[in-house]
């Protein structure tokens, strides 16, 4: 008896428990730091966003006050040439379209499939080495596909399709290039949401004399599809922000057309190009830019709200 | 036509040994079971008695490193021959697992799902009836059957579980201890149900409820773990025999709850 009221004392001083009451009397001061710097850093993200769109909307406006430039010819113009006082900002849309477009023609299809593959064939060691393989590509700086586009896949293009059809630089062989770079994303982020899928489901399709191919496609993949829809979605926000790639292999010249085989510059890539050039501020090209940067914020804003309806949408719930 | 014996055995294994890798997580089971008739496999945790029951429709292939040697056969033909497709062999012998595992469809398309890619001819409403009658959940979900799968109770989910396998028709239906997730009503419903169904099909049973091998079983089997970690078939016979009568000591001790 008397032992054990001993040890009893030991323990709960060791513990710091000096007072028999349950009374508040540390006041942890780690956790009341910690707690600040961690919204301080919540704070700080949702301003930058907030100070980003400001400047991007009054920058915009400067550009739309300016004699000559109306909203409605920004929107609806085919011609952008600001010497000449055009302002028409669609060759550059379609541009950018038409490059995303081939990316996604590429990443979609190979980046489900590899993703398809990693989680339900490949064996775990397969997996475990491929996929970081595969998210390597991810890696590799942009401006690097930029030339690999430029000096591969442009006289590949050339090759395949004959010197005279394919300009040098073009919107096929940046999309293609694009969609290469992509991949790993869209088939990282997949393999995630499919990886997440409970055996169980697997287990209840496979027990029912299902191919692993029927359980994949009809069981697997629908129940993972918000995940899978969020990848695709992100990766088209990738393609239509991709800059590098097109400002090297695409062409710097805004063209109204709807060739692939033809070089037209995209809405980064024009930015690009004004933004590291010498014009001076307050001239209407400058300005022109922000208009520009706020369409392209507002896509990847419509494009997110969407991913986010379809996901709610067509998702199965599972648990 | 091999090892045809005298009477046609709903499934039966000779000298079963399963395997994950190196280790050999049961030895020497030879076990005949009889068509339509419940049969329940009973021992401590670690005995194989779940590997066993996944291995009568080779959802242990599944497992990487999993291989069995010996004989499992079905109709007279050993499942674990190479020309034989696992595939359908799950047709012809389903499985309900521990845990409710409905997909995430609707009721309606959780048991029309496997009668479908199983390429069913006739009319899937009728099979859909009939297959939610049999397991006893018609009266429950007749208006519902667009709703999801996940809005029903764990019992009632457990129930679509059995009817989803009863949709692709089989012969036998595996279960692996299905109302360990469940409560002691919608165990009671399930165990009924057994007894129904064993009218058409034979059913097999793991379990871990004593009371529910002794009270819904026609034959048991005992499993035990050896020294060397393999499980193995230590008793087999007619319920009420094992549960009352056993012939090894250790079937006792387990039955009387000393372990396990």
């Keep these: ?319 | 036509m091999t090892n045809q014996t005298d009477k046609q055995w709903a499934i039966e294994t000779q000298d079963l040994d399963i395997y994950y890798s190196d280790f050999r997580a049961v030895k020497n089971v030879s076990l005949k079971i009889e068509p339509k008739k419940i049969t329940s496999i009973i021992g401590p945790s670690g005995c194989g008695k779940s590997t066993v029951l996944r291995s009568f429709n080779r959802m242990n292939d599944f497992i990487p490193g999993s291989r069995v040697t010996g004989g499992i056969f079905f109709q007279g033909q050993n499942i674990y021959d190479p020309r034989i497709d696992p595939v359908q062999v799950r047709q012809r012998i389903g499985m309900v697992f521990q845990k409710p595992n409905p997909f995430p469809k609707s009721i309606y398309e959780n048991v029309a799902w496997g009668a479908r890619i199983n390429n069913y001819k006739e009319n899937l409403n009728d099979l859909v009836e009939e297959c939610l009658v049999k397991s006893a959940l018609w009266g429950e979900v007749k208006d519902l059957l667009q709703r999801p799968a996940l809005s029903l109770s764990g019992g009632q989910q457990q129930r679509l579980c059995i009817a989803r396998a009863l949709a692709v028709k089989p012969e036998i239906i595996l279960m692996d201890e299905p109302c360990s997730a469940l409560d002691p009503i919608a165990t009671l419903k399930i165990e009924d149900l057994m007894r129904e169904l064993s009218a058409q099909y034979t059913i097999i049973i793991v379990t871990h409820n004593m009371q529910q091998a002794g009270r819904a079983s026609d034959f048991t089997a005992y499993f035990t773990m050896d020294t060397d970690r393999a499980g193995s078939m230590i008793e087999y016979g007619v319920t009420s025999q094992v549960f009352t009568n056993p012939t090894h000591k250790s079937t006792e001790d387990y039955i009387s709850g000393r372990f396990g």
Aim: no cysteine; proline share 4%; net charge neutral.
């Design chain 1, 1 to 319: 008896m008397h032992k054990s009221v001993a040890v009893d004392k030991v323990t709960s001083e060791s513990l710091g428990i000096t007072q028999n009451n349950l009374f508040r009397n540390n006041k942890r001061w780690s956790e009341t730091i910690i707690k600040a710097v961690l919204t301080l850093a919540g704070i700080v993200s949702i301003f930058t966003t907030i100070g980003i769109v400001y400047e991007l909307g009054k920058e915009s406006l400067l550009f739309f006050s300016l004699p000559g430039v109306t909203l409605k010819e920004f929107l609806t113009g085919t011609v952008w040439q600001p010497v000449i006082g055009k302002f028409g900002v669609l060759p550059l849309v379609t541009s950018t379209m038409i490059t995303s477009l081939f990316a996604m023609l590429v990443a979609i299809p190979l980046g489900l499939g590899a993703a398809i593959f990693l989680s339900e064939y490949a064996a775990d060691k397969t997996r475990k080495v491929l996929k970081p393989i595969l998210e390597i590509l991810a890696g590799i700086p942009t401006v690097v596909y930029g030339y690999f586009a430029l000096t591969f896949m442009t006289p590949l293009l050339r090759g395949i399709f004959g010197q005279e059809n394919v300009e040098i630089y073009n919107m096929l062989s940046a999309g293609l290039v694009m969609g290469i770079m992509i991949l790993p994303l869209i088939s990282s982020m997949s393999e995630d949401a499919l990886h997440a899928v409970p055996r169980s489901l697997r287990d209840a399709a496979l027990g029912l004399g299902a191919t692993k191919l029927e359980t994949s496609i009809q069981v697997v993949f629908p129940a993972a599809l918000s995940g899978i829809i969020s990848a695709v979605i992100l990766g088209i926000s990738r393609a239509v922000g991709e800059t590098m790639i097109v400002a090297i292999a695409a062409g710097s010249g805004p063209n109204f057309t709807f060739n692939p085989l033809k070089a037209a510059e995209t809405m980064t890539g024009y930015i690009a190009r004004i933004s590291g050039g010498d014009l001076s501020y307050d001239t209407p090209d400058y300005n022109s830019i922000f208009a520009i940067g706020l369409l392209l914020f507002l896509v990847t804003l419509v494009l997110n709200m969407i991913s986010r309806h379809i996901s709610r949408k067509y998702r199965e719930v599972y648990e």
